[in-house]
């Protein structure tokens, strides 16, 4: 597991290597993609997501659904299943983590990310619809769905067939990236999570969650909206009334907060871990990363579910697919964000369980800034009354990227530890001969936990449950996320290999979901930040060279406004069904 660790970090490194360097840092090449393309975006749609935001709520209500266009589920279950796959493990545990390591200045960039994400993420959902491919539903099996659509449709459409290999390059990126993001990042938190809390081992729970997982999609996209239209409204409303209470009760404490988060956001001075010290640019790389594994706006996925909708106007589920990240990013994180800085949980050091062969143990060293940034795991840590035995340069015991100040054998931590820790065995040897698989030091909490964490704090003024609320919302969110990715995928295999191949993809999909849970936690956020950072360029590139096509199809839309004839067929087709 080390090994495998030690090789995707590396090939992580090299992937963010890639960019503009600046002040001895380097603004990594999907930064500079992502925010550039949303810039440009924004200006040539003539702020989309700013004058066109409340059609976009009205045409999620279903009033101007008509069930007689082609698709094969409403905006609404369209709109919950994109969202059941970007509302999840990214509001809990990515927000969390983009404060841990950025402090709390990463959420304005995450803020920036969404903001421009809007405009992408209605562009790449209008193309879809647009060039998506719709078969007669007589022609195609139960569970395949009669429609196809995403960047990989509207490349090799719009674009034309010389571009056909950027859409192959893409479908193929993707279909990984469902694996990994979507799927082994969701199981691994759900995992972690619930080890955490009740000591249920990975496997066990892993086992129970992909079973789940396989029980929904193998009945295809009109299961996954069906499901995900109960699944998405009902966890979000629980999370976010549980997030405006705690907001309620540290009232006084908000535009502190809010002080602290613009403060940090230009003049950082460190997160958690210390990597954020006196370098914006770490900052805004963890709201960027961040920010787009909350919300996928460039990232071209969420286009695919989109493209299901039922509608014969492509702008119409455009406007649909901007509230995303408003929803999910701009209400929905900074919600989380706030309950994690109001309570002081996001630098706090609470007691906990060291267990010596976790995969949230890594070894650290101080830089030439003075911040931390990782070493190599060292033979052995000799400890002495609690504390490390560090010599100048050498790489520090840490946990959650945090180096621990004091080791104890007992969890009421009375009796500090002095012996050997051996990394390599995952014990820790006394001066007296007993050896510990375990031990116990305060220590910060990081993703999922923290926001735990956070929400116990907060909803302490009326119970010791808010923990429990988070629980459930990750363990809800985790399942919806997967569900909903799998479709994802299995829309890049069908365009690779045909509808054939559908069901293998989703049997495979539920053996990487098991694969997921047993992995190591940095493993699996770093395979997805990896696959994340490869599969926007090939769409972010189509957004652009189509661009003039999208300002095309929503002047055309708001021109002719074909909603005030939409309602009116509504209108008929309720009055039709109630007789």
Same mark, same amino acid.
């Given at each position: 597991m080390e090994t495998l660790a030690q090789i995707v970090s590396s090939i992580k490194y090299v992937v963010d290597s890639f960019g503009i360097?600046?002040?001895?840092?380097?603004?990594?090449?999907?930064?500079?993609?992502? &925010? =550039?393309?949303?810039? $440009? *975006? #924004?200006?040539?749609?003539?702020?989309?997501?700013?004058?066109?935001?409340?059609?976009g709520f009205g045409v999620t209500t279903g009033k101007y659904d008509d069930p007689?266009?082609?698709?094969?589920?409403?905006?609404?279950?369209?709109?919950?299943?994109?969202?059941?796959?970007?509302?999840?493990?990214?509001?809990?545990?990515?927000?969390?983590?983009?404060?841990?390591?950025?402090?709390?200045?990463a959420l304005f960039w995450m803020?920036?990310?969404?903001?421009?994400?809007?405009?992408?993420?209605?562009?790449?959902?209008?193309?879809?619809?647009?060039?998506?491919?719709?078969?007669?539903?007589?022609?195609?099996?139960?569970?395949?769905?009669?429609?196809?659509?995403?960047?990989?449709?509207?490349?090799?459409?719009?674009?034309?067939?010389?571009?056909?290999?950027?859409?192959?390059?893409?479908?193929?990126? &993707? =279909?990984?990236?469902? $694996? *990994? #993001?979507?799927?082994?990042?969701?199981?691994?938190?759900?995992?972690?999570?619930?080890?955490?809390?009740?000591?249920?081992?990975n496997l066990v729970t892993g086992l129970v969650s992909a079973a789940i997982i396989a029980a929904v999609i193998l009945g295809g996209i009109t299961r996954i909206g069906k499901v995900t239209g109960i699944l998405a409204p009902v966890?979000?409303?629980?999370?976010?009334?549980?997030?405006?209470?705690?907001?309620?009760?540290?009232?006084?404490?908000?535009?502190?907060?809010?002080?602290?988060?613009?403060?940090?956001?230009?003049?950082?001075?460190a997160g958690v871990a210390g990597t954020g010290i006196g370098a914006f640019l770490v900052t805004l790389n963890w709201g960027v990363n961040r920010g787009l594994f909350s919300n996928e706006a460039g990232q071209g996925s969420a286009p695919i579910a989109h493209a299901a909708a039922q509608t014969d106007e492509p702008v119409s589920e455009g406007v649909?697919?901007?509230?995303?990240?408003?929803?999910?990013?701009?209400?929905?994180?900074?919600?989380?964000?706030?309950?994690?800085?109001?309570?002081?949980?996001?630098?706090?050091?609470?007691?906990?369980?060291?267990?010596?062969?976790?995969?949230?143990?890594?070894?650290?060293?101080?830089?030439?800034?003075?911040a931390w940034e990782e070493g190599a795991t060292p033979d052995e840590v000799r400890i002495l009354d609690g504390v490390q035995q560090i010599a100048a340069g050498a790489v520090h015991f840490a946990w959650h990227d945090v180096a621990v100040s004091r080791f104890f054998t007992d969890v009421e931590q009375t009796r500090p530890f002095s012996g050997l820790l051996t990394p390599s065995a995952a014990t820790a040897v006394s001066d007296d001969g007993?050896?510990?698989?375990?031990?116990?030091?305060?220590?910060?909490?990081?993703?999922?936990?923290?926001?735990?964490?956070?929400?116990?704090?907060?909803?302490?003024p009326i119970g010791d449950f808010g923990h429990h609320i988070v629980l459930i919302s990750v363990l809800l969110f985790g399942l919806s996320t997967a569900i909903s990715w799998s479709y994802y995928g299995d829309r890049c295999a069908e365009y690779l290999f045909g509808s054939k191949a559908v069901t293998p993809y989703r049997l495979v999909y539920v053996g990487m979901h098991l694969m997921g849970?047993?992995?190591?936690?940095?493993?699996?956020?770093?395979?997805?930040?990896?696959?994340?950072?490869?599969?926007?360029?090939?769409?972010l590139l189509a957004l652009v060279m189509l661009s003039g096509k999208l300002r095309e199809l929503m002047d055309s839309y708001f021109e002719r406004k074909p909603w005030i004839q939409n309602l009116e067929d509504h209108k008929q087709w309720v009055a039709e069904h109630k007789k």
């Open positions: 360097p600046v002040s001895g840092e380097t603004i990594p090449l999907k930064v500079i993609a992502l &925010l =550039g393309v949303g810039i $440009f *975006l #924004t200006f040539k749609l003539r702020f989309v997501q700013v004058r066109h935001l409340f059609h007689n266009e082609p698709g094969d589920v409403s905006h609404f279950q369209a709109l919950t299943t994109a969202l059941s796959a970007t509302v999840g493990i990214g509001n809990i545990a990515g927000a969390a983590w983009a404060i841990h390591w950025g402090g709390p200045g803020w920036m990310t969404a903001l421009l994400g809007m405009a992408t993420k209605f562009s790449e959902v209008t193309l879809a619809q647009h060039y998506r491919q719709v078969k007669n539903k007589e022609d195609v099996g139960k569970y395949e769905g009669s429609v196809s659509g995403g960047p990989m449709y509207y490349i090799e459409r719009g674009l034309g067939p010389n571009w056909r290999w950027m859409a192959i390059f893409f479908a193929v990126m &993707l =279909g990984s990236t469902a $694996f *990994l #993001t979507g799927n082994a990042v969701q199981a691994n938190t759900v995992a972690d999570t619930v080890q955490s809390t009740f000591g249920v081992p966890m979000a409303g629980i999370y976010v009334v549980s997030a405006l209470l705690i907001i309620l009760f540290n009232i006084d404490k908000v535009l502190p907060a809010f002080g602290l988060i613009f403060t940090e956001a230009f003049n950082p001075t649909v697919g901007l509230i995303e990240p408003f929803i999910d990013t701009i209400v929905i994180v900074t919600m989380t964000a706030l309950v994690i800085i109001m309570t002081g949980s996001w630098d706090a050091r609470v007691a906990t369980e060291l267990t010596l062969d976790g995969g949230d143990i890594s070894y650290i060293a101080l830089d030439d800034r003075g007993t050896s510990y698989g375990v031990l116990y030091a305060d220590a910060p909490e990081g993703g999922a936990p923290l926001t735990m964490l956070a929400f116990r704090r907060g909803l302490k849970a047993l992995i190591a936690p940095a493993v699996a956020w770093d395979l997805g930040d990896i696959f994340l950072g490869i599969v926007i360029l090939p769409n």
